[in-house]
């Protein structure tokens, strides 16, 4: 993936985070869900939970500044499209909640990636 297009990358990223979400046993119930509120990368469904998932590819090799891109003010737009989704979908409202992210960086070196999946990563009361 040599002088990679971003957002070539990005699709790479999203569709792989979709793949290890699946691997983990989640159903993917949507990616890319737009609303008038923002996007949401990859939303998807545990026995228990819809889970709600940010995916930020890089590629650079920094955790701290990929994280920094899910900002407060990203946070807040995604805990909206997410509560635009659930008023979409009330089948789902026994289920718990669950804002994940998942960071990719792609290696230029051996041109694969690494995926770190972060459950939980940030939630209602926190925003």
Do not use: C, W
Request: proline share 2%; charged share 25%; aromatic share 12%.
């Amino acid at each position: 993936m040599k002088n990679e297009n971003p957002l070539a990358l990005a699709k790479n990223g999203e569709d792989l985070a979709a793949s290890i979400l699946s691997q983990k046993g989640y159903t993917i119930l949507q990616m890319n869900f737009h609303s008038r509120f923002g996007e949401i990368d990859i939303i998807a469904k545990s026995p228990s939970h819809i889970i709600f998932t940010e995916v930020k590819t890089r590629s650079f090799l920094n955790r701290d500044l990929a994280l920094e891109a899910v900002s407060l003010k990203k946070q807040k737009r995604i805990l909206k499209t997410a509560l635009h989704f659930l008023q979409q979908h009330q089948e789902y409202n026994e289920f718990m909640i669950r804002f994940d992210i998942i960071l990719v960086f792609y290696h230029h070196a051996t041109e694969n990636f690494s995926i770190e999946h972060i459950e939980d990563a940030f939630s209602f009361s926190g925003v």
